[in-house]
């Protein structure tokens, strides 16, 4: 199982970005992005079953980053818009079959992409 997440990198503040995370080897119950800056824990950004249904965003995120997925490439996305500067950190995509109560714990998830680095200039 792999896990490649691309499309980070630089923008201004209010700009947006959209990160894809391409899965191989088998397909999944529930995806999701997390976020983790140096010395801190990862935190959680949204999830979503690949049913889409039970789609899930932090409160930090919400109305401005859209997870997605295309169950056909097996390929899941998060589409970022009006970024803000505290939104600077690694995002990191996520695969597993987490019950309900996980979908937003890094706990719930086996399998993590590489890390693609966010940045936002202000």
């Known amino acids: 199982v792999q896990l490649q997440a691309s499309g980070g990198g630089l923008v201004q503040a209010g700009g947006s970005l959209r990160l894809t995370c391409a899965a191989s080897?088998?397909?999944?119950?529930?995806y999701g992005w997390f976020r983790q800056a140096p010395g801190k824990e990862r935190e959680f950004v949204a999830s979503?079953?690949?049913?889409?249904?039970?789609?899930y965003y932090s409160d930090s995120v919400k109305g401005r980053f859209t997870i997605s997925i295309d169950n056909a490439k097996n390929t899941l996305y998060l589409e970022m818009n009006s970024l803000k500067p505290e939104d600077t950190v690694v995002y990191y995509c996520?695969?597993?079959?987490?019950?309900?109560?996980?979908?937003?714990?890094?706990?719930?998830?086996?399998?993590w992409g590489q890390g693609t680095q966010v940045t936002v200039s202000s």
């Open positions: 996520a695969a597993g079959d987490p019950i309900t109560s996980y979908v937003a714990s890094s706990a719930g998830y086996k399998y």
């Open positions: 080897g088998r397909t999944f119950r529930s």
């Open positions: 979503m079953r690949a049913s889409r249904s039970g789609i």
